[in-house]
């Protein structure tokens, strides 16, 4: 039994991964559970899987939760502290799947306690790759990706040598608005922006996919989690999200990971880690799909893609500030305030005025992560009145 702890539990992968969890309660004890505010659904995951603790960031709700809680043996805590203590106290094997750079502090939190990390919270990553990548090595801690593509990768990789890979090919379904016009995305609405072709997601990642930034996110993610340079990670558009990513080897054989677009196939994976278990997911009929399309990513209309390359490849502080301009024009976006091509020129705008140097440590990165999000929120406040 892997005593197991759930950052973002509330969430889209949060709940895939309870679903998977409660499916095989011999294999999983739940010790602690996370949420930013969502009181009620935190509390119902609480007491389905008897949870030793349970946190919400959001210290104003702490008596809501509390009172949720009364009579059922879970533990409550609120903020930080608590999200800390979810990440480090008797879970082995921690789910990070806080979205956004607000699951910094509690993911690299697991990382220094030595715990095997399933990492879904890429802006994580993103935002302290070298820094995390190092303490894990230091720290004796294991990084599992859950984001579909990486654990596609990690499936191919199977443990070979870096020498031994060309190249790796991250595979993106090309979003909603894979056929829309530039013209036409200027007038594109949020609900729109979320309806992703293929697969559920919260509303963050659904305008990230949207957009490519999700891509160019995941460009950076693969960089620190596999050590290539950007030379090295190409990306394809691949509109049935089947083949969820690909390893090409120095021989020339390309090894391939395939699935139904549902991510309780790389969330059991990691959960179950080095063994496996099984999902509900539905089987993939290939001859039912027949076809499996490729093509070239286009830039001119996805900038926010090239915007991430020349971030890793920039490197410095340049990814933190690509990641918190898009996490505040995304949320402005969501909110109505700015058109969906707002989004790129506003992280565009951001990377050029970007003249601070690479973060050193954590402190670093949620300081420059601040500082960018104060600029950009006041640029669109500018532009709002
Ligand atoms: N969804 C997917 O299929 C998918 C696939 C690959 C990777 N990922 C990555 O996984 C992460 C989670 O994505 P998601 O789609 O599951 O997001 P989501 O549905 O929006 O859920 C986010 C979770 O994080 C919590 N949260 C939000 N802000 C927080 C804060 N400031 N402090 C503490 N907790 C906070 C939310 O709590 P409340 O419910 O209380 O707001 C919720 O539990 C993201 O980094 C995303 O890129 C997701």
């Known amino acids: 039994m892997k005593k197991l702890s759930i950052l973002g539990a509330t969430g889209s992968i949060g709940k895939s991964t309870l679903d998977l969890v409660e499916r095989s309660p011999e294999d999983f004890e ?40 009364r009579g059922s043996g879970c533990r409550t805590a609120a903020g930080q502290e608590g999200l800390v203590e979810a990440a480090t106290g008797e879970a082995e094997l921690v ?27 890429k802006e994580a990553l993103v935002t302290a790759g070298a820094l995390m990548t190092e303490a894990a090595a230091r720290h004796n801690a294991t990084l599992l990706p859950v984001d579909s593509e990486h654990n596609a990768i990690f499936q191919c990789l199977a443990g070979s040598s870096s020498n031994h890979v060309a190249r790796i090919i991250l595979t993106a379904s090309g979003g909603p608005f894979l056929s829309t016009t530039a013209e036409q995305m200027r007038s594109v609405t ?17 305008v990230d996919s ?21 030379e090295r990670i190409d990306v394809l558009v691949h509109p049935q999200s089947v083949v969820h990513s690909l390893v090409e080897f120095v021989d020339g054989s390309v090894l391939a990971q395939l699935g139904s677009p549902d991510m309780r196939i790389p969330i059991a994976h990691a959960l179950a880690w080095p ?39 920039a490197g410095g502080s340049a990814p933190i500030v690509l990641n918190a301009a898009n996490e505040v024009a995304v949320a402005s976006f969501l909110d109505g305030r700015i058109p969906f091509p707002d989004i790129a020129r506003l992280v565009e705008s951001a990377l050029e005025g970007n003249r601070r140097n690479g973060p050193s440590s954590l402190r670093d990165v949620i ?10 929120s006041m640029q669109i406040e500018e532009r709002c009145v």
């Open 367 to 376: 300081e420059i992560d601040g500082e960018v999000r104060g600029a950009v």
């Open 275 to 313: 063994e496996r278990i099984a999902t509900p997911a539905q089987r993939l009929d290939l001859a039912a799909i027949a076809r499996l399309d490729f093509e070239a990513p286009d830039l001119e209309r996805f900038p926010a893609l090239r915007l991430a390359r020349e971030a890793l490849e």
């Open 30 to 69: 739940v010790v602690a559970l996370t949420a930013a505010s969502n009181v009620a659904a935190l509390a119902d995951a609480a007491r389905r899987t008897s949870a030793k603790l349970a946190v919400i960031a959001d210290g104003g709700r702490l008596q809501d939760l509390d009172d949720a809680l």
């Open 95 to 121: 789910m990070a799947a806080i979205v956004g750079c607000a699951g910094l502090m509690p993911t690299m939190a697991a990382v220094e306690a030595g715990k095997t990390v399933a990492l879904a919270n």
């Open 210 to 230: 949207a957009t490519l930034m999700n891509k160019g996110l995941e460009l950076i993610e693969a960089h620190y989690l596999f050590g290539l340079p950007s």
């Open 190 to 206: 949020p609900a729109q922006a979320v309806a992703h072709p293929k697969w559920t997601m919260g509303a963050k990642i659904s």
